[in-house]
């Protein structure tokens, strides 16, 4: 899991290079509403067709295989017109696929921005004031995509937690960041969540795990402190918390574990 969610990350971050930002989660404040509106299209530019991404390791279509996906402008307005906005781990969770096209498009109301399109009918949009949004397009019409999901109301599925036993933790250190997003808030130092080592240990021995779903649901957080923890058994893990009280757990060969807490210390903040 861990491998394939840096793959895909990295893979998207070359995808769509103009695009200031790619989020962990919803994007920490920049994310389009699921209210947003597509509005009426005003002019499509496509900037690669048939595209492949080499570095996507979850997926294992050719660059041969690629070069049949192939949009042209009604489809891309089509596309964006009858699709559904999502989240981005209902956008992670579907399937990925190496075969993807790419362009900048303009909408009557003024807005404009950067799209990415791939088979499996995932699409993205980045808008020039740096809002980013997920979209899946079930209706799209064009022959190229594959067989659409069927997608439920919430189709990340609710799992219960992974019930992962931590045991003690021994040791615990901090990063500036390289595992997880980081918001332009923080890039810009405008976060100042700052934890010690007896705060990551508190807050992971007092967190609810909870499933994906529910994580997801939770409010994120602009801001967050990170790095690595050895627990007593030996295992290494990376870990995230949010100044929302939202972490992640990545036991090394292991998938990502979710917890909701609360504040390990009075007074934390951003």
């Known amino acids: 899991m861990v491998t394939r969610f840096l793959a895909c990350l990295s893979c998207f971050i070359l995808l769509l290079p103009a695009f200031s930002q790619i989020p962990l989660g919803d994007n920490r404040g920049h994310a389009l509403p699921p209210s947003y509106k597509v509005s009426r299209i005003r ?3 496509i900037r690669e067709n048939g595209a492949w991404a080499k570095d996507l390791s979850s997926s294992d279509e050719t660059e041969s295989e690629c070069s049949a996906f192939v949009l042209c402008e009604k489809d891309v307005r089509d596309f964006f017109r009858s699709s559904r906005p999502i989240d981005w781990y209902t956008w992670d969770y579907l399937p990925y696929t190496r075969c993807h096209a790419i362009g900048e498009i303009t909408f009557v109301n003024g807005d404009k921005g950067r799209w990415f399109i791939d088979r499996n009918r995932r699409g993205s949009l980045m ?4 809002r980013l949004g997920y979209f899946y397009g079930e209706k799209a019409r064009a022959k190229v995509f594959d067989a659409p999901m069927g997608l439920a109301a919430d189709p990340v599925p609710n799992r219960a937690a992974r019930s992962l036993i931590l045991g003690r933790i021994v040791s615990v250190t901090f990063s500036q960041g ?3 997003y ?3 808030a923080q890039k ?3 976060c100042s969540f700052v934890l010690n080592e007896a705060e990551v240990r508190r807050f992971f021995s007092n967190a609810r795990q909870v499933a994906q779903a529910d994580f997801s649901r939770a409010t994120p957080g602009e801001c967050h402190a990170e790095g690595g923890l050895r627990l007593e058994d030996g295992r290494e893990a990376e870990w995230l918390i949010e100044d929302t009280w939202r972490g992640v757990l990545v036991v090394k060969g292991e998938e990502f574990t979710y917890f909701l807490g609360a504040n390990p210390r009075q007074g934390a903040g951003k």
């Open 182 to 184: 980081t918001s332009d």
């Open 43 to 45: 002019s499509v530019h």
């Open 188 to 190: 810009a130092g405008q």
């Open 127 to 130: 808008l020039a004031d740096g």
């Open 178 to 180: 390289g595992s997880f």
